[in-house]
């Protein structure tokens, strides 16, 4: 009664729970498209896709990816073999349990009329099976708990999964061990199937169970004369052996019996086969109830992630359908941490020290956003810098086992932050080119918006330079300028200048204004005096510094040996620094 | 001749032409390329904002290369330049040395030096050879000008990158020559392509770009010529754009060396991926003669 209840509970739960987490994939809004068109648009546009793909050649390509990347999982393979073989193990050997003992009655009697759980194949698939699971789980603790690559992160998700996992399988052997030794289990087969009544033949069957069996009897022990063995041999051919083959078939469950054997007589006094079972079937039902919420739900995602992916492409798909996939592939994503081992820029996360730079770790953040989740602006700001801090290489999405597009997602989400208004330095560095390559897409008013900002919030830090007359105040100097040029030997070259102004009667950047001062505030020179007098303001806010090309041109040319373009790039390290740090801590206030 | 080869990132998401041009001009002339697949970026788009990022990602590149004991080649001025400035850093300063190398040995790797960084231009012209290239050349071009564009990072700070007379380079012109086309004199030759800033101050870009675009055409270039990405596109992408916002005045296409190259050498044209130029470069076919001719260096 218990029982059924918390089946069907657990089944109206995981229902639900997939309703509600498939309706997500047509409400997130993210990108200009997902915020223009209506959740009842890309409904019916999902289903004009689908349909017109699927009554299309379009259904070879689909089929040709469900039966090497969703079944046999080639993407992976390509990878790494032993993660392969590992989820292959725990998704195979997982599969196949549900099918023939989970759903046995649904499914293995429809199929096989004569299915018996105890009888040969089946009981030695069911352990076969299992301890397949099994081995796939102890390689997953290894990759995650052992060998860690690189800024792999295991979090609170990857831990349920395993734990759920392993739980059902251990419990479920464990089960099915004690049920070996028990003997109520022995006496209610015995009472069902054999309809012997004759008290010597009882204990001649008995005996034979106790001996080959691992069936631990309070009564008898042993050892055994040959003639009660003999009769108890016949006894079981005649009543018991075509429906129960050997339990040493089962066996894992027959080793945790000889395991347990000594101490069956307590565990049936605990009623321990009677907890287990429990154990077992609420954590099939935990699990179950729990996977749309779980990382497990990339059952059902990954597979449509792979196969939408295969068949879409952006400016070719309808734009409602792309945004339609981009929210379902946040919950493809298995954070299996191969976007992060690849990550063209994941070694930057070492010296700034912001997860989100990490793809796998990125994308979570993108889940909590797109779920509407209120995040601070310290936590906006941390997502855009790593949605921001990314070289487009197009890496993580060649290597995605799940097919994700995650340089497209990227690219909608980058974004759907910046136009929320907070500056981003990153715009200030070449990882812009590729915005840049992109402008057309993005649109005059949000493209250049963005760019503005970081020299906006940049010049609000820097009074002198809005001054008209720039006269330098004693007080305004910072004395710790000078000294803080320290990140390579090159940087305080800036001491040796004499003013000659070479490196800005080279200067490319220079030489294309009529009137540079206007547009640039201190010219090279200039900046290279400010930093010995540790006018802060006037170098970091001059225009020159974040329209310096690094064509080493003034370098090059000095007279005196100043490193005039390292001097720039350590000026932008610390220009960069500092407002980052200032304007971060403003909105840990609460702003 | 066996390099590691550092294709960086933009090669392979956005100019896969490149790519395959160099592979199949590098095959004919027996360099052999090793693929490093945990190669990272080499840090230059972060050396505006975070100095130790920079230093740690190239860091880690020739770590990766020393473990295979080989020297790395690259087809980017950008990635060279970078490469280049982290190796002098790290055998100059022992403190970031220090530093940096705690944070490898976490992944098991160590900068130790002893790795040359090469770009694919000096390993053409000194490895390879203007004399064996000569002789892979099938149909030179005839008629042809060049407007050769060195790139910013190969040539400067000079001490440090160590690729050619600062002032007046010749590797690149020479390269440009043996395979038939004249390498112009232009004034604006050793200046910036104007990618550095693009995306971050568009209108600057366009203008160095269009100064370049500008004289290259008064100096009666048919083609620009280039062995970088960024160089590249911006001569090929960017362009397009200024086409289109400034108008068609100074309209000069760009052609990648390994395309040049690869041409001459009769290499098939898909091969040299032509058709992915934005700005279609087919006319340069044209120029190609039917029997071999010798050409002199022209230095």
């Known amino acids: 009664m218990f029982q059924a209840i918390a089946l069907y509970a657990s089944l109206i739960i995981f229902g639900l729970g997939l309703l509600y987490k498939g309706s997500t994939w047509f409400r997130y809004r993210m990108g200009k498209d997902g915020r223009k068109t209506p959740t009842s648009k890309r409904v019916s546009a999902a289903f004009t896709g689908i349909l017109s793909t699927v009554f299309s050649v379009r259904i070879l390509i689909l089929a040709k990816v469900f039966v090497l990347d969703v079944v046999l999982q080639v993407r992976v393979l390509k990878e790494d073999i032993l993660r392969w073989f590992m989820h292959i193990c725990i998704y195979g050997g997982f599969m196949l349990l549900l099918l023939m003992h989970a759903l046995d009655r649904f499914i293995t009697s429809a199929v096989f009329p004569d299915y018996y759980s105890t009888v040969n194949p089946f009981m030695f698939l069911r352990d076969l099976f299992g301890a397949v699971v099994i081995l796939g789980i102890l390689i997953a603790v290894y990759r995650r708990l052992i060998v860690r690559a690189p800024r792999l992160v295991t979090n609170a998700m990857d831990h349920y999964a395993i734990v759920i996992v392993a739980v059902v399988m251990v419990s479920g052997i464990l089960l099915e061990g004690a049920k070996i030794v028990s003997y109520s289990s022995y006496k209610r087969m015995v009472e069902e199937y054999s309809g012997l009544e004759d008290e010597e033949e009882l204990r001649s069957l008995e005996a034979y169970w106790v001996k080959t069996f691992g069936v631990i009897s309070p009564h008898l022990g042993g050892p055994f004369d040959e003639k009660t063995l003999e009769q108890g041999k016949e006894l079981h051919e005649m009543s018991c052996a075509e429906c129960h083959s050997k339990p040493q078939w089962a066996f894992t469950g027959y080793g945790v019996a000889k395991i347990i054997g000594p101490a069956a007589s307590w565990f049936r006094q605990a009623n321990v086969p009677g907890i287990l079972r429990y154990v077992h079937v609420l954590a099939c039902l935990i699990g179950l109830a729990y996977l749309p919420f779980s990382k497990m739900f990339h059952i059902f995602a990954s597979p449509l992630s792979l196969l939408a992916n295969a068949v879409m492409e952006r400016g070719r798909s309808t734009p409602a359908n792309i945004a339609t996939r981009q929210a379902m592939e946040l919950d493809a994503c298995t954070h299996c941490g191969t976007c992060t081992l690849h990550c063209s820029v994941g070694v930057a996360f070492e010296e700034i020290p912001n997860a989100n730079i990490l793809p796998s770790e990125k994308i979570a953040s993108i889940k909590a956003l797109a779920s509407g989740r209120k995040l601070s602006q310290r936590e906006h700001r941390l997502i855009q810098e790593g949605v921001y801090l990314c070289t487009n290489c197009y890496r993580c999405t060649v290597v995605c086992p799940v097919g994700i597009n995650l340089q497209d997602l990227w690219f909608t989400v980058r974004e759907d932050l910046l136009r929320k208004g907070y500056p981003e330095f990153l715009s200030l560095s070449p990882l812009s080119f590729y915005r840049g390559l992109m402008r057309e897409e993005i649109g005059e008013e949000d493209y250049g918006g963005a760019l503005a900002r970081p020299r906006e919030a940049i010049l609000a830090e820097c009074n002198l330079i809005k001054r008209e007359d720039k006269a330098i105040t004693l007080t305004a100097r910072d004395r710790e300028l000078p000294s803080g040029l320290s990140l390579s030997a090159q940087a305080n070259t800036f001491s040796v200048c004499f003013g000659c102004e070479t490196c800005t009667t080279v200067c490319p950047v220079v030489r294309n204004y009529d009137s540079p001062k206007e547009t640039l505030g201190l010219l090279p020179h200039q900046i290279m005096h400010a930093c010995g007098l540790g006018v802060r303001d006037l170098a970091f806010g001059s225009n020159m510094l974040w329209d310096c090309i690094t064509c080493y041109q003034c370098q090059e040319q000095c007279p005196q040996g100043v490193s005039v373009t390292d001097v720039l790039y350590e000026l932008k390290n610390l220009a960069v620094k500092n407002v980052k740090e200032k304007t971060l801590q403003q909105t840990g206030r609460g702003s | ?299």
């Open chain 2, 1 to 299: 001749m066996r390099f590691a080869l550092f294709l960086g990132c933009t090669i392979p998401a956005r100019l896969n032409q490149y790519e395959l041009s160099l592979r199949a001009v590098l095959g004919k002339l027996g360099v052999a390329l090793v693929d490093i697949r945990a190669f990272n970026c080499c840090g230059y788009p972060l050396r505006n904002i975070s100095f130790k990022a920079f230093v740690l990602s190239s860091a880690r590149n020739l770590a990766l290369a020393k473990k295979k004991s080989l020297n790395v080649m690259t087809p980017c001025k950008c990635c060279y330049g970078s490469l280049k400035k982290v190796d002098h850093l790290m055998k100059e300063n022992t403190a970031l040395r220090r530093e940096v190398n705690a944070t490898l040995q976490r992944e098991g790797l160590e900068y130790e030096g002893g790795v040359e960084v090469r770009h694919l231009l000096s390993v053409l012209f000194h490895d390879v050879g203007i004399d064996s290239i000569k002789k892979e050349i099938k149909s030179p071009f005839d008629g042809l000008k060049i407007a050769t564009h060195y790139g910013c990072h190969v040539l400067r700070p000079s001490q440090i990158v160590e690729f050619d007379d600062p002032v007046a380079p010749s590797i690149f012109d020479q390269l440009v020559e043996v395979t038939g086309a004249e390498s112009i004199d232009w004034t604006t030759k050793l200046e910036c392509c104007g990618a550095p800033i693009w995306g971050i101050n568009d209108e600057l870009s366009m203008d160095l770009t269009e100064k370049k675009l500008r004289d290259g055409r008064a100096s009666s270039a048919d083609y620009l010529c280039s062995a970088c990405p960024y160089c590249h596109i911006q001569f090929d992408t960017v362009q397009k754009v200024i086409l289109s916002k400034r108008g068609n005045n100074h309209r000069l296409p760009s052609i990648l060396y390994t395309q040049l190259l690869g041409l001459s050498m009769d290499v098939d044209r898909e091969a040299l991926g032509l058709e992915m130029n934005q700005i279609p470069i087919d006319g340069i076919e044209g120029f190609l003669s039917e029997q071999t001719v010798t050409t002199n260096d022209g230095r």
